[in-house]
Each structure stands twice: as C-alpha cells, then as structure tokens.
C-alpha cells in the first residue's frame, strides 16, 4: 500500500511541475514577431507580382516577376534576417510600446546586428515595419536600412525599400538601393 501511496504522490508531484511550465514554440515572442509576420505575407502574396528597381554603385536595373511564396520569402529577407527573437537576444532590446508604435531598441553595451526596429500601427493593422542593422570590425563596415510600407485603404503590403553600405577597407564603399512596389493584378 505504501508502494502505490508512493507512486501516486510522484505522480501528482511530476504532473503539477509541468502544468506551469512553458514549452517551446508556445511563448509570447519578446519582441515583434518580425519572421512569423513576413511568412504569413509570403502566403497571402502567392502568385501576386513586384516591380522593382536595384540601383548598384549608381547603375540601376529594372525587374518585374510573379512570385509564389517560397519567392517572396527571398524577397523579404532582409526583413526576416531583421528578426530578434532568439533567447540569445532576449534582454538586449530596450521595448517601447503606445497605441501606435512599438519601438525595439538596442541597449548600450549589448551585442546585435540588428540596431532598432520600428513597428507603426494604424489601430490593430501594421502601418509600416522598418530597421537598422550595423556591422563593424577592423576591416568592414556593413549598414542595412529597410521599410516597408502597408496601403492605408487596404491594410496590404504596398512597397519597401532596403539601402546597403558596405565598406572594405582600402576600396571604395559599394552601395545598393532597391526599391519596390508589390502588384495585386
């Protein structure tokens, strides 16, 4: 009889640790959710087109293609590379939420690629999403802007641009802007 009182009592023991433990994959991300966000975007832009223009060191191409989502999950890379949420990062930005923002900031001191990002809400829909990342060490220096912008009527992504830096040293810095609008024919 003690044997089975025993058995129960760690078995209520082993169940009651659990319940209130958090799994993964189950949290609240910290931050802005920038990947989950941008993959849900893919989905719903399959099959839809982008017209954009990429401007290297001054010579400017003009591209217009269909994308199906495994394509604009390429397209929005520098956004999802932008993504903070990883439990290395989790104390290193500085969160500042209102009604119509959420600002994610790097704290002095802490280490990140991934300087600031803004969120802009227009009530519940996202406005725009934009960030900074930086790169620096003795021989290189890299610096990414990105913004994206949703249409006001519609809520549905509209068009970004991304501007790079890159500088090497002893050559001359390369730049590349790309700018984008997203066609819903």
């Given at each position: 009889?003690?044997?089975?009182?025993?058995?129960?009592?760690?078995?209520?023991?082993?169940?009651?640790?659990?319940?209130?433990?958090?799994k993964p994959g189950l949290s609240e991300p910290v931050y802005f959710p920038l990947k989950d966000y941008f993959e849900v975007q893919a989905l719903q832009l399959?099959?839809?087109?982008?017209?954009?223009?990429?401007?290297?060191n001054g010579e400017k191409e003009k591209i217009k293609k269909t994308l199906d989502s495994d394509g604009w999950?390429?397209?929005?890379?520098?956004?999802?590379?932008?993504d903070i949420n990883s439990s290395s990062l989790a104390g290193s930005y500085e969160t500042r939420r209102s009604e119509?923002?959420?600002?994610?900031?790097?704290?002095?001191?802490?280490?990140g690629k991934i300087k600031r990002i803004v969120v802009n809400f227009d009530g519940e829909e996202v406005k725009d999403i934009s960030f900074v990342s930086r790169t620096e060490n003795l021989f290189y220096s890299s610096e990414t802007r990105g913004v994206i912008?949703?249409?006001?009527?519609?809520?549905?992504?509209?068009?970004?641009?991304?501007?790079t830096m890159q500088k090497v040293v002893f050559l001359k810095p390369n730049k590349m802007i790309i700018t984008a609008a997203i066609n819903y024919y």
């Open positions: 009889m003690k044997y089975y009182l025993l058995l129960i009592s760690i078995g209520f023991l082993v169940i009651g640790c659990s319940v209130g433990e958090n399959d099959g839809k087109g982008v017209s954009k223009e990429i401007t290297v999950l390429r397209e929005f890379e520098f956004f999802i590379e932008a119509k923002a959420i600002i994610h900031e790097l704290k002095p001191g802490e280490k912008y949703n249409q006001s009527l519609t809520g549905k992504l509209d068009n970004y641009v991304v501007e």
